[in-house]
């Protein structure tokens, strides 16, 4: 009975997910109901003491990259550097690589912190006309934008600033540069192969005689190629990023003992607040090299962005408040589950899959799956299941930055089922329906599943981190 009651509140919020209702109201009101099946009385204790506390813990934790990422990525396109950047690839790649194009776009701009939903916006303009003047359908073009933006560069490549590559860090003490050559392995693998995959499918239209379509929806105007920024100082903010996160990933863990401690005051008794910041570490990094890459688009573009800045980062606040709280939400969910007597069924479930890496892989890309959140079903996982899987890799004598890259790669796999809020944005951007479009969405979804455990299979043959 007390399994049944955590598939029901899975199930439940799944449902609720899928049908469009917020996240944010409906996990805790599909953990207080498990609760409430398993015990009523600790409803109330369990709803403020457990769900709210690993919320807001969540929150504290990674707002700060929730926001400033979604800001640097709305000066990015305020500026005109996002559009100048895609637009200065596909003159390069040229018309005929048109899905090389627009990958590789939506590969750059989420690898140089760009948020995925922000890069879905700013290649949208480029990829229909490319498309249309190609000749490829558009229904193609939401895998398309998905395998640029939504796969390996944001989990699988190290250093990448997506939330999904941060996460772990802080239970295995590691970096996002974590286990670099399994990371770049698993990104040669989902790009070749999705590619591959897409090709395929644009060639099987073309011999069908369909073209790009007709009567189509949130068709975009025409961009003009002469109004942008140079591409070489368009790119210095990605750059920045970039290199401003890769120094302080080493510098501040040398700054900083494992351990600090600091008084809020100088006055009275207060007590130190201690950090443990091999835990925290790359989170600062992360957040300091945002905050210059903001800086350097504010310096570079000033005129461009000065009028706009104030209305247009609103929109991008929201977005980084509703994204955060949602994951939050979805975090509180699984601490308040994995307290219930059912999870230990669960738990011992996983726990007979005699891989550790293995075990960690299908725990954490079933939950995203479920949740419809790669960050989410992360979270989940390694907030209930992180000291069993150390264990069990310590035991193994495996490195914690394998464990790092494969929780984070296993959080790309299943999450982008039909009720994901990535790709409901998509579809809803580009005007197509998931009976058009979400079948090749769901193809390269396989391929980056795949791809988490091909990189299992080249760590146990190799040993290569």
């Not at 890769?246 to 003992?257: A, C």
């Not at 706009?308 to 929109?315: F, M, V």
Request: aromatic share 10%.
């Amino acid at each position: 009975m007390s399994l049944l009651i955590i598939l029901a509140a899975l199930g439940f919020l799944m449902l609720a997910a899928y049908r469009g209702f917020s996240v944010i109201l409906f996990a805790p009101v599909a953990a207080m109901g498990a609760v409430f099946l398993t015990d009523p009385a600790e409803v109330a204790p369990m709803f403020t003491g457990l769900f709210m506390e690993k919320m807001a813990g969540f929150l504290k934790l990674y707002f700060p990259i929730f926001l400033l990422g979604a800001v640097f990525g709305k000066t990015m396109e305020l500026s005109g550097f996002a559009k100048s950047i895609a637009s200065s690839i596909i003159v390069l790649l040229g018309p005929r690589r048109s899905v090389l194009s627009i990958v590789v776009v939506s590969a750059l701009l989420t690898y140089g912190g760009v948020s995925l939903f922000v890069a879905v916006f700013a290649v949208y303009p480029f990829a229909a006309e490319l498309f249309r003047q190609s000749g490829i359908p558009k229904r193609l073009m939401p895998a398309t934008i998905a395998l640029g933006a939504f796969s390996f560069t944001m989990d699988a490549m190290p250093g990448t600033p997506q939330i999904q590559n941060v996460i772990p860090a802080a239970f295995f003490k590691t970096n996002i540069y974590a286990a670099p050559w399994l990371g770049i392995a698993g990104s040669l693998f989902v790009c070749v192969v999705g590619l591959l995959y897409l090709q395929s499918r644009c060639r099987r239209a073309a011999a069908q005689g369909e073209g790009y379509g007709d009567k189509l929806l949130n068709e975009p105007e025409p961009f003009h190629h002469d109004t942008l920024p140079a591409a070489w100082i368009a790119i210095l903010p990605l750059i920045l990023v970039a290199a401003t996160n890769k120094i302080l990933t080493g510098v501040i863990p040398r700054l900083y003992d494992e351990h600090h401690s600091f008084l809020p005051s100088v006055v009275g008794s207060a007590e130190p607040i201690q950090q443990e910041v091999a835990k925290i570490s790359a989170i600062w990094s992360i957040e300091a090299a945002l905050l210059i890459g903001i800086l350097s688009v504010l310096l570079l573009a000033w005129r461009q962005v000065r009028d706009k800045l104030s209305e247009g980062t609103k929109p991008a606040i929201s977005g980084a408040m509703l994204a955060a709280t949602n994951t939050a939400s979805e975090y509180g969910f699984g601490a308040v589950i994995a307290a219930l007597p059912g999870f230990l069924i669960v738990s011992n479930a996983m726990k007979s899959i005699p891989n550790p890496l293995v075990n960690e892989a299908v725990t954490v890309t079933a939950l995203a799956g479920v949740t419809g959140s790669a960050s989410g079903g992360l979270s989940i996982a390694l907030a209930a299941m992180s000291e069993s899987f150390i264990e069990n890799a310590q035991a193994a004598g495996i490195p914690m930055e394998v464990l790092h890259r494969v929780a984070s790669m296993a959080s790309g796999g299943m999450d982008t089922l039909p009720h994901n809020g990535a790709v409901i944005t998509l579809l809803a951007v580009t005007g197509l329906t998931h009976r058009q479009a979400y079948g090749d969405i769901f193809a390269i979804t396989m391929i980056k599943t795949l791809a988490v455990f091909v990189v299992i299979a080249l760590y146990e043959a190799t040993g290569l981190v």
